[in-house]
T-cell receptor
């Protein structure tokens, strides 16, 4: 049973470019979460999605950031016009449907974005 | 809003000894869950242990146990018989209950982390 898969593992972008990070949840999981980890800090919640729905985006910056989880395919975190402050590790996590959820999140290995 | 505080940026312990990592939190919620996650150098976060706030009994998982003091809003992690593979960053985390049968919402609030080094 494959875990949460994220790609790319490492992404380098120049200021002003776009970054797209992908996440495939664990099989059977319908909830996806994106977290950001700045150097020497804990993870900060960004967004919570179910298939075709954004449930909670309270942690997402209002501009340049967007996320989706389409009916088919992986969840995508998109950062437009990247700036140096966007350099961080972005973690995706998934959990089973409500009712099967013990509260544990299953994390991917993260995508490290470096903005030059 | 919830806050989680880990006051120990770094800890070290000798192999086979016991170490305790501290965590305090602040919330006005009654229904919530607390977690300790481990992030080894490979960076993948792994759940170590989980505690439901409504349970008075402290959770244990093999060599890992917690001391949950609800009134004091304290949630420390004790690692017994430390092993080299325990070397990692440890994060304390909080999640609100979703009010539907006790399962929690996956929006976690993390502490700043404690780097634990186990020495041979």
């Amino acid at each position: 049973n494959a875990g949460v898969m994220q790609n790319p593992r490492h992404l380098v972008r120049r200021r002003g470019q776009e970054a797209r990070l992908r996440c495939s949840p664990m099989k059977g999981h319908s909830h996806v979460y994106w977290y950001r980890q700045l150097p020497e800090e804990g993870l900060k919640f960004m967004v919570y999605l179910q298939k075709e729905n954004i449930i909670d985006e309270s942690g997402m910056p209002k501009e340049r950031f967007s996320a989706e989880f389409p009916k088919e395919g992986p969840s995508i975190l998109r950062i437009q016009q990247v700036v140096r402050g966007d350099s961080a590790a972005y973690f995706c996590a998934s959990s089973p449907p409500r009712g099967q959820n013990t509260g544990e999140l299953f994390f991917g290995e993260g995508s490290r974005l470096t903005v030059l | 809003a919830q806050t989680v505080t880990q006051s120990q940026p770094e800890m070290s312990v000798q192999e086979a000894e016991t170490v305790t990592l501290s965590c305090t939190y602040d919330t006005s919620e009654n229904n919530y869950y607390l977690f300790w996650y481990k992030q080894p150098p490979s960076r993948q976060m792994i759940l170590v242990i989980r505690q439901e706030a409504y349970k008075q009994q402290n959770a244990t998982e093999n060599r890992f146990s917690v001391n949950f003091q609800k009134a004091a809003k304290s949630f420390s992690l004790k690692i017994s018989d430390s092993q080299l593979g325990d070397t990692a960053m440890y994060f304390c985390a909080f999640a609100k209950g979703d009010g539907a049968g006790g399962t929690s919402y996956g929006k976690l609030t993390f502490g700043q982390g404690t780097i634990l080094t186990v020495h041979p």
